[in-house]
């Protein structure tokens, strides 16, 4: 089992597993994930869209499906829907908000 690191999140919209792996074994889902159809565009994925994944370090949705279910299998997603980031980038795009806005907004401020 590979070491992966789940939570699962309910919103108002349905529930989301959230899956942080190592960088390494991101790349090689994202590689594994070519060909997959990309519902956004409908066409499959290409070598290029591989690459610009693995270099953003995020999946923000996978929707289970039939080339899907092996990622659901394997990191044992229960929920329909899951995004998938590299270990370490949501610390980094905080910070990178941090340096933006110079403070953590509150929830009710704009």
Do not use: W
């Not at 995020?58 to 990622?71: E, L, N, S």
């Amino acid at each position: 089992m590979p070491d992966a690191f789940t939570q699962t999140f309910h919103t108002p919209y349905g529930q989301l597993t959230s899956v942080v792996l190592d960088k390494n074994e991101f790349d090689a889902l994202c590689e594994e994930l070519q060909d997959v159809i990309n519902l956004a565009v409908k066409e499959r994925t290409t070598a290029a869209q591989i690459k610009q994944i693995k270099d953003t370090g995020i999946i923000p949705m996978i929707k289970k499906g039939t080339k899907t279910q092996f990622i659901f299998d394997r990191y044992n997603i229960s929920t329909q829907v899951c995004a998938i980031i590299v270990r370490g980038k949501g610390q980094e795009l905080m910070s990178e908000l941090m340096d933006e806005i110079g403070h953590i907004p509150h929830p009710n401020q704009n």
